[in-house]
């Protein structure tokens, strides 16, 4: 199955059962407080699946799987038998309208939990946080950071993987803390370091926080040697072949895996002649070296990765997992952290101290799909919590249109003692509309610039 094929499917699973779950609490909640339930619709448009359950709920899967709702009896939208108006969602107390709304991304946010839960009793493998030797002046190199630590805790919380450790360093950057890191050092000793940073434009960028930092992965000292290949990548187009090791380009003799990328870098778009160690023979060809933006500078590339040994692979892993009671209040620690981080972010965007650049769409959710879904289930599930927290999340912004529009309007009634009028209401919605196209629209273009991008 082809790249795009697997993300598309990885994302179409995925909303189809977050948007299941959050409609279901709507759903549920509506039901169990007598408010009767006209239809309930995975997706918008022509109905490729329906069904008439026997309380005579009609329930379908819709042709545009983006999004969902629940149709309730509503004597706004139609009339209502006098038998049946009790059961109206017009006529109910605001505190049942407000559950009903407020189910949906409450389901999303439990969602999250059950899926975190089940990642930690699964276990979550990982990269263990050991760090590279840091750039001269970096915040990291100044606190004293060597290549080879391990970054145990970070303010007072575990990293036993990458992943945590960079999920704590964007926590500090909101909170605008230092770090406090309890380090293992290359001999076995351990250490409390305190790196101090500017956090002042570090979230312009979430994704470079730990490059400007200082903070990459360990790179441990690799041969010249080929490991995976891009399948149409300019190494495997010029016919080289995992377990080839490389001796020299252009008559340079190629020391080590390091000394290979930067020689490959320096030189983009270039034809180079290179000689190779396939077994017992030994051969010359020609390889054009690709080129790609990184940073704002051209550098080369060839779709290689280099091999690495089973031991020293195993070395370099990480997997933390809990018990079935224990990982249920980590799983609801997790969600959360992760919600309150994502309502900061999206804080400092309204504000313009988070550039609006860091807002994605549903390309670069379906690649993001894609890509855990080959690294395995525990890495699918963990997308889905995150996803789900953001669903939940976001359906909670007072914007008119969205779940949370319709709970300011329920705190406005409850206050005033009377619902705010019919054309107040109308347009409040029709601007909930605009805001709504126009964050789709931003989300939009940026994944298309992500996905142009040269």
Same mark, same amino acid.
């Given at each position: ?12 699973? %995925? ?6 779950? =959050?409609?279901?609490? =709507? ?35 819709? !042709? ?45 946010? /439990? ?41 145990? @805790? ?40 305190? $790196? ?19 903070? %990459? ?34 008559? @340079? ?31 010359? $060809? ?40 224990? %990982? ?12 309150? !981080? ?13 550039? /609006? ?11 993001? %799909? ?13 997308? /889905? ?40 209401? =109308? ?11 126009? !964050? ?15």
């Amino acid at each position: 199955m082809s790249q795009v094929m697997s993300s598309l499917l990885a994302f179409i699973v %995925a909303l189809a059962l977050l948007i299941a779950i =959050h409609e279901w609490g =709507h759903f549920w909640v509506a039901r169990r407080l007598g408010v009767k339930v006209l239809r309930f619709s995975i997706g918008f448009g022509r109905p490729l699946w329906r069904r008439i359950g026997r309380d005579g709920t009609e329930y379908r899967v819709a !042709m545009i799987p983006l999004g969902g709702y629940v149709k309730m009896l509503d004597e706004r939208e139609g009339p209502v038998v006098p038998s049946e108006r009790q059961h109206a969602f017009n006529r109910q107390s605001v505190s049942v309208r407000a559950a009903i709304v407020s189910a949906g991304p409450i389901a999303n946010l /439990l969602l999250a939990i059950a899926l975190y839960w089940l990642v930690l009793c699964l276990g979550v493998p990982g990269m263990r946080s050991l760090i590279d030797t840091p750039a001269p002046n970096t915040p990291a190199a100044v606190a004293g950071l060597e290549g080879g630590d391990e970054i145990l @805790r970070v303010n007072d919380a575990s990293t036993p993987t990458w992943e945590q450790l960079g999920l704590r360093v964007v926590q500090a950057a909101l909170d605008d803390v230092p770090l406090e890191l309890q380090v293992r050092r290359a001999d076995g000793a351990e250490q409390t370091l305190i $790196l101090d940073a500017d956090w002042s434009n570090a979230l312009d960028e979430p994704a470079r926080i730990n490059q400007d930092l200082g903070l %990459a992965p360990y790179q441990p000292p690799l041969p010249a040697q080929l490991g995976a290949l891009q399948s149409d990548g300019p190494a495997a187009s010029a016919g080289l072949a995992p377990g080839d090791r490389i001796l020299a380009m252009d008559g @340079r003799p190629v020391a080590d895996w390091a000394d290979w990328v930067n020689q490959v870098r320096a030189r983009p778009n270039e034809a180079v002649e290179i000689e190779i160690s396939s077994g017992d023979e030994t051969r010359r $060809l020609t390889l054009r070296i690709g080129s790609r933006q990184q940073d704002g500078i051209r550098i080369g590339y060839v779709g290689a990765s280099p091999h690495v040994p089973q031991q020293l692979q195993e070395s370099l892993r990480a997997e933390y997992r809990y018990a079935p009671i224990a %990982a249920l209040p980590v799983a609801v620690q997790r969600t959360w952290q992760m919600s309150v !981080m994502t309502v900061r972010m999206l804080a400092r965007m309204a504000t313009g101290q988070l550039g /609006l650049d860091n807002l994605s769409g549903p390309i670069n959710i379906a690649q993001y %799909a894609g890509y855990s879904a080959q690294i395995g289930l525990v890495s699918y599930l963990g997308f /889905l919590a995150v996803i789900s927290i953001s669903l939940g999340v976001l359906n909670l912004l007072p914007i008119p249109i969205l779940d949370g529009g319709h709970l300011a309007f329920y705190l406005m009634e409850g206050i005033r003692g009377k619902p705010l009028s019919e054309r107040v209401q =109308h347009w409040g919605q029709q601007i909930g509309i605009i805001a709504l196209v126009l !964050m789709m629209g931003l989300a939009f273009y940026n994944d298309l610039v992500r996905l142009f991008a040269p």
